[in-house]
């Protein structure tokens, strides 16, 4: 590696002098604090928890400038210029990995995982509505394909990257996005990028009274740690649901909201069915759209909404693109039944 500027996960900037020398910069709140508080909330998450005693996590890396920007590029274009100088190929033909995750928070409350919620946070923040969760805080997060993610990829894959984000990284890569492997630079970038996205301590919304438990002396490390860890997710949840048992009736006791209903259809549908989007089957805000879709919804096809929302559709030899469906955490069945109200409405205008 050539001299070059570093971030260590901590935020600090380490400049590499000589071999194995580096001149470090501390961006300590410590050093700079004038009313001596242990914790500020522009501190990076990870630092701060290793600060109170927590080892640093297997993907954490000293990282340049330049591998972030490579990183966003593989995540935000698909693909870079490598350090050899040479543009690299599409990782996937297919997708962007922010046709399925936004790269911005999406829940107003970290700590917990709830479709409703996040719809209404989304919209605020005019940012889609999807299957996969988002980067930010990625790096935070402990687990990844978590709960029936191991039903849907099998222990063998699922396995390997449960603990371990390059794993999880490269699966993705390769499964979710139908894409080629990553080589290891490229991974290392992607999580460069990403943790470029960690949280800090104001994105975990304390309440005046946790920030003086986290600044106080005389209270433990472990208990901040817990304290520290109530406010946001270690992993983001992810329960299959099914279609329902009858199609006509849709899911019992569940009456559809239209206009819910119509975010649904906007923030996420036409973020992947419109008009120059991923999919061949193009959806838009007219007519043939919504009775196109109205009319397979009793149906036992994969066109009905029960179906491609619960469980999606898979790649097949020769045509790669699939989609992914919506665990329980990212599509509640309320919002299936508001989609629909809003579809059936519109396609009987
Ligand atoms: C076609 C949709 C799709 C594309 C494209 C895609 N992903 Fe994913 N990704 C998913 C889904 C669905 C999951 C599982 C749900 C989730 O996020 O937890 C997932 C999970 C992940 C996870 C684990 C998240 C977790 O908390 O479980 C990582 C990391 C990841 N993807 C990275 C990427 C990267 C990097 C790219 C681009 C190279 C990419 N993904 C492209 C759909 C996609
Ligand atoms: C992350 C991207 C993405 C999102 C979000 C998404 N889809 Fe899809 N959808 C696809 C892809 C890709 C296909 C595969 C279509 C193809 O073969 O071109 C597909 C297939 C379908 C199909 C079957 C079409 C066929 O030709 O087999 C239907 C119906 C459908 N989607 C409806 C929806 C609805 C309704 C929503 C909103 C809840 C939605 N999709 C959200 C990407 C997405």
Known sequence: MKDALYFDTFGNMKWKIGAGIY????????????????????DNLSRVLHQLGEDHALHSLDYTEEQVLMGKQLVLEGRTVGPDGKRTRYVSKHYMCTTCHNTQREDPDLSVSEPETRLDYVKTKGIPFLQGTTFKGIVNRESWYNDDYVKKYGEEIVG???????ESIQLCAVECAQGRAMKAWEIDAVLAYFWTLEYNLADLDLSPEEWESINEKAIDNEAKIKLLKSKYLQKSPAHFFQSAADKKEGYPGLEGNPDIGKDIYELSCLHCHQQGGVSHYVLDSKALSFKDLAKSIPKNSHFSLYQIIAYGTYAIP?????????????????????????????ANE
């Open 23 to 42: 001149l470090v910069i501390i961006f300590s709140s410590f050093s700079f604090n004038q009313e001596n508080k242990l914790f500020n909330p522009t």
């Open 160 to 166: 390997k990257a449960h603990k371990n984000l390059r």
């Open 318 to 346: 020769g045509h790669k693109p699939y989609m992914p469906h919506f665990p329980a955490e990212r599509m509640s069945k309320q919002q299936v039944e508001d989609l629909r109200a809003y579809i059936e409405l519109k």
